[in-house]
């Protein structure tokens, strides 16, 4: 990835997180906010592929854990987010998937992220939730990110594809 390329990417996930950290908590349902940094992981992974995404994935993971009022052991996002990148982005099948694609792509990476989330919480001891709370967490987690799907990710994976370098046909 150039320069210009990883400035980009690195702006647009700050974006998102700034939004999510400070703007969503405000509207959020059963305590739990729409993940735009998922939703940015997931357009890097069906345009770019499993390294750039979790890269990315990475990068995001471990601003979310850093930003304030972060309440849980750093890194848990970063792996979650990492798993995201690289699965999503292994789902990438087609240059331009269609729209069914994206959504179930969002879906399957928003269980796989918040799951991944809430078991590292219980493995490290670090569970914010009850046990039983975690499986309404999850599915609360995947309603928002498949609602807010059609509002980020078309911007999101445009804005990918054009800092794709042209392919040169040989």
Do not use: C
Request: no cysteine; net charge neutral; proline share 6%.
């Amino acid at each position: 990835m150039s320069a210009a390329r990883g400035l980009v990417a690195l702006l647009v996930v700050s974006a998102a997180v700034v939004l999510q950290v400070s703007l969503f908590p405000h509207v959020a349902w059963e305590g739990v906010v729409p993940n735009l940094a998922l939703l940015v992981v997931v357009g890097a992974a069906l345009v770019r592929g499993p390294e750039t995404a979790a890269a990315l994935g990475f990068l995001a993971g471990a601003m979310i854990d850093l930003a304030p009022p972060a309440d849980h052991i750093a890194g848990r996002w970063a792996l979650a987010l990492v798993v995201v990148g690289y699965l999503a982005g292994r789902m990438r099948q087609e240059a331009r998937p269609s729209a069914t694609a994206v959504v179930a792509t969002v879906a399957a990476a928003s269980f796989v992220g918040s799951s991944v989330f809430a078991l590292s919480g219980l493995l490290l001891r670090d569970p914010v939730l009850a046990v039983t709370d975690i499986v309404e967490v999850v599915l609360v987690a995947v309603v928002w990110d498949v609602l807010l799907t059609p509002f980020v990710l078309p911007p999101v994976m445009a804005l990918f594809r054009r800092l794709e370098p042209a392919k040169v046909a040989w």
